[in-house]
């Protein structure tokens, strides 16, 4: 199907279709696992893939004044843990000379996203509050919505449309004709009282009816949950010296029972080390002797992280409220370290800002603080970098080299939160130490709910065409003996 267009397709996107599973799926779900339909919009996303040239799209190539007016950009969750795309309606103004540009704004975001996050998907927002006839632009709306119809598979939760003037019904009545009706029953019309139906105030602004106090800047990239200002985890020093006796003599008497657990991990952590730097690819999978599935380890050029992905923290009823992040140097020189959260209240990271010597392993433990509960919003940023053998690792030159150090030698990891109801934890926890099976995410099984969906209706169909079959085949069998019947009695007739 591919190889008679394969100059109309970037390389790139023909050699991730070959060993990405994931996309394929998404393809296959968003066109309900019709395979034409769904060669064909593979078809289109790949010609308008290199058109718009997304795979090279970079904050470099695009002009600075796109991001400055601040008319689109990703910035916090609603209430099911989506990703927010923003869409400030008053700061677009209809231009043809800028329309390509503007929609390249758009892929460059789209693409930022799904790479840093894998395709998960989006909640789109439409704030239209302070808008008028100035800022219709139908053009430009219908390119937001066909990147998620036809470009982004899979890729699109709602499109939560905040306080749209009167003025604009006509048009949004045009613009759900470009939709289809899976589509339109993502369309969320709101205002301010109904509006934290799909969104939690701490993600609004306050014109929104929210408390949300982020103001939109650039730069830098606003493009992650670690935005100005910027809150480092954990208590400072100044609250460790605030600490209650009690809370102290806690920390001192659990921080002793898990030691064992501790450098056990260490143990396994260098263990890793060592395979990964015996095999060049790396690719056998290192499987501790308690493990019930292989340990997934982000592989960075400073620092192996695990857990990979998501730290996964107990319900209330659970109770578990600690767990592990495992640092690796892999480097030859110290790498300094320094971890922050979108929630600086709730969480406690001991250490938050420290070092980690050349080839040595390092466990920071994360603990919900006081009565608090682990949000699927919560994320985690670890930052990495490289320090020089004679800069020393005390608290001054740690401060100082974090002020000094370029962004471009800064590594950078994100890690987001899961709440578990099962009793056994799914990852590294001080109970066990042990990495487990990741707990499937309402994505996971919303998508698997929407394939047995498929799977039923593809053998109702199945069942319906046996059952046509069954009748067509009774009716000929009764045409056929009546024929026989009839031509028996004529023949009887003409001897008689």
């Known amino acids: 199907y591919f190889l008679d267009k394969s100059d109309k397709y970037d390389s790139r996107d023909v050699e991730r279709l070959q060993q990405d599973d994931k996309w394929v799926e998404n393809y296959l779900i968003w066109r309900h696992d019709v395979v034409d339909d769904t060669l064909k919009m593979i078809d289109e996303s790949f010609q308008w893939r290199k058109e718009y040239t997304v795979n090279d799209l970079s904050e470099s190539v695009l002009p600075k004044w796109l991001f400055e007016i601040g008319a689109l950009f990703l910035h916090g969750y609603d209430k099911e843990g989506y990703k927010l795309f ?86 949004f009545k045009i613009v759900k004709g470009w939709l289809g009706p899976d589509a339109i029953s993502m369309l969320k019309f709101t205002n301010k009282s109904d509006v934290q139906e799909y969104i939690s105030g701490e993600y609004l602004p306050p014109h929104m009816g929210g408390t949300d106090s982020f103001k939109y800047s650039y730069p830098p990239l606003v493009d992650d949950d670690f935005q100005t ?40 952590m260098n263990s890793i080390e060592q395979i990964s730097k015996s095999e060049e690819t790396d690719k056998t999978e290192v499987k501790p002797k308690n493990a019930k599935k292989a340990l997934t380890t982000f592989k960075g050029p400073l620092l192996h992280i695990s857990p990979a992905e998501e730290l996964y923290f107990g319900s209330k009823e659970t109770g578990e409220k600690k767990c592990l992040i495992a640092l690796t140097n892999v480097t030859k020189n110290v790498v300094a370290f320094k971890v922050r959260t979108t929630a600086p209240e709730k969480y406690r990271v001991k250490p938050s800002n420290s070092s980690c010597e050349p080839g040595t392993s390092l466990d920071i433990i994360v603990s919900l603080h006081g009565g608090f509960s682990a949000s699927l919003q919560d994320r985690f940023l670890i930052m990495a970098a490289e320090m020089d053998q004679s800069s020393g690792a005390g608290v001054p030159e740690l401060t100082q080299f974090w002020k000094e150090v370029p962004r471009t030698k800064v590594m950078e990891h994100r890690l987001r939160c899961h709440v578990i109801e ?64 009839f031509c028996f009695y004529l023949a009887n007739a003409q001897r008689s």
């Not at 390249?104 to 996050?117: Q, S, T």
């Not at 809150?231 to 898990?258: F, L, R, V, W, Y």
Request: proline letters at 4%; charged letters at 25%; hydrophobic letters at 40%.
């Open 86 to 171: 923003w869409f400030k309606v008053k700061h677009h103004t209809r231009d043809p000379k800028q329309q390509l540009e503007k929609k390249k704004l758009v892929a460059f975001w789209l693409e930022h996203y799904a790479k840093r996050d894998h395709g998960k998907p989006l909640t789109v927002v439409f704030d239209m509050a302070e808008t008028g006839i100035s800022h219709i632009d139908l053009d430009f709306v219908r390119f937001i919505v066909n990147c998620f119809t036809d470009y982004y598979p899979n890729f699109l939760t709602k499109i939560v449309i905040f306080e749209m003037p009167w003025i604009m019904n006509a048009a």
């Open 229 to 268: 200002p910027l809150c480092e985890n954990g208590p400072i020093t100044s609250e460790d010296e605030h600490e209650s006796k009690e809370e102290i003599d806690a920390d001192t008497k659990e921080a002793g029972d898990i030691n064992e657990a501790q450098n056990l991990n260490q143990k396994k």
């Open 422 to 485: 099962s009793s056994k934890p799914s990852s590294l926890t001080l109970k066990d130490n042990a990495f487990n099976i990741p707990a499937k995410t309402n994505e996971d099984l919303h998508m698997q709910l929407t394939h047995l969906l498929q799977i039923n209706r593809r053998l109702e169909e199945q069942m319906n065409r046996c059952l046509w079959f069954q009748q067509l085949s009774v009716v000929l069998s009764l045409l056929s003996v009546t024929v026989a019947a």
